[in-house]
Every structure is written in C-alpha cells, then in structure tokens.
C-alpha cells in the first residue's frame, strides 16, 4: 500500500540532505569533466556494456551515479523525489558537460507516468528501503523495461 504522507516526509528530508552530502565533495563536475565514476566494480559488471542503450535510473539522489552511467556510453534518464537533488544534478551535468536527463518526481507516480522504456532499470544503495511498497515498484520497472530488458538493483 503507497503512503504518500511518508512519500512527502522523504522527499522533504532528502531536500535537506542532499545539501549536506554534497557539501564537502569538492569539484565534481571537474572530476566527471576527467573521467571520473562513482560506480564500484560490481555495478559495472552487473550492467555489461551500455554504450547506446537507454537507461533509467529510479532514486537517483543528486546524479553522480547517473552521470557516471553516462560515462559509460548510456543515454541516462534519472528519477527521484528530492527537489535538491534533481536541481544539483541537473547543474552537474550542465557544468560536467555530460548529458544527462533528470526527473523529479515521486518514482511511483513517474513509474505509473511515463511512456517510456528503457534497456535498463538501474536503482542502488539505499534506495529500496525508501519504498512503500516494493511489488507496485517492481510492477512498474516492468512497465518501463523493454523487452529481453536488464533490471539492475544493489542494496
């Protein structure tokens, strides 16, 4: 069952912590603008090759890992419900120089939403324990997964 007041809670707190997260990270667009990722080794395995493949990346917080998908050849579509962090991430990729797409939305309404789909789903550390409702997730990837598609989730 969704609980959109807890929804609303989260995306408020995210507002506020994203500011904090980011507060000490110092350059990150120079860092992307050289090549820099902020994917581990599995990630990068578990993926395979993305070069030209469509990928969307549900709660992708402020867009590092996003970007860094991007580095990898995808065309990257990020979703997430913090205002903050989709405008940061916005403007790091506008200052990185790597294109990027950014959504706020709540990921169960851009799920129910969105009439696109995608070569990968993609959703990583700490984003599952956020959700109300993890079968309406999983339902949703689903629906924006292309056929013969990968899902990707670490937590």
């Known amino acids: 069952m969704l609980r959109k007041e807890m929804h609303e ?15 000490h990270k110092a350059d990150q667009a120079g860092f992307f603008r050289t090549g820099g990722s902020t994917l581990f080794p599995d990630e990068i395995a578990l993926l395979g090759d993305l070069k030209g493949k469509s ?14 998908l991007a580095q990898l050849g995808a ?9 903050t962090a989709i405008q940061f991430a916005q403007q790091l990729s506008q200052d ?9 939305s709540d990921v169960y309404d851009w799920l129910e939403s ?5 070569d990968v789903v993609f959703s990583s550390y700490g984003a ?19 056929p013969n598609g990968k899902v990707v989730v670490l937590d």
């Open 114 to 118: 969105s009439g696109e789909q995608y």
């Open 96 to 104: 990185s120089g790597i294109a990027g797409t950014f959504v706020r």
């Open 75 to 83: 065309t990257v579509t990020g979703v997430d419900i913090s205002d």
């Open 55 to 68: 990928v969307v990346h549900l709660q992708c917080n402020a867009g590092q890992d996003t970007l860094s």
């Open 128 to 146: 599952i324990c956020w959700l109300s409702d993890i079968g309406l997730w999983g339902k949703g990837v689903g629906r924006v997964l292309k």
């Open 9 to 23: 809670d989260n995306r408020r707190a995210w507002n506020v912590a994203t500011d904090a997260h980011n507060s």
